[in-house]
């Protein structure tokens, strides 16, 4: 069984920086794709950013400019850099990992915007 963990959440002002890591218990390359969600309290989880194991990454127009996904393959690590973070950026944050027949879901990390 895959397990995703992940860290980086945790309170922000409105314009501040944040940056979440998500570490598979598998290497990177052994998934199709990885990505981030999230889900706001009352509302559906929403996609956020994945990228390929070859090939560049993909962003919801929400969040595209204000957030960078990457892999570190030496630290088997897929990071989400979100900057200029706004109120409506809250939420909990899941990682997904990807394979053919099968996806993988992290427990997830809260982010809080807030003045």
């Known amino acids: 069984q895959v397990q995703l963990v992940e860290s980086g959440g945790g309170l922000v002002q409105p314009g501040g920086s944040l940056t979440l890591s998500c570490v598979p218990s598998?290497?990177?390359?052994?998934?199709?794709?990885m990505g981030w969600y999230r889900q706001a309290p009352g509302k559906q989880r929403d996609w956020v950013a994945t990228?390929?194991?070859?090939?560049?990454?993909n962003y919801a127009d929400s969040v595209k400019g204000r957030f960078t996904l990457s892999r570190d393959s030496a630290k088997n690590t897929v990071l989400l850099q979100m900057n200029n973070l706004k109120p409506e950026d809250t939420a909990v944050y899941y990682c997904?990992?990807?394979?053919?027949?099968?996806?993988?879901w992290g427990q997830g990390t809260q982010v809080t915007v807030s003045s």
């Open positions: 997904r990992a990807m394979k053919q027949f099968y996806d993988y």
């Open positions: 598998e290497i990177i390359g052994s998934f199709k794709a």
């Open positions: 990228i390929p194991a070859s090939g560049t990454p």
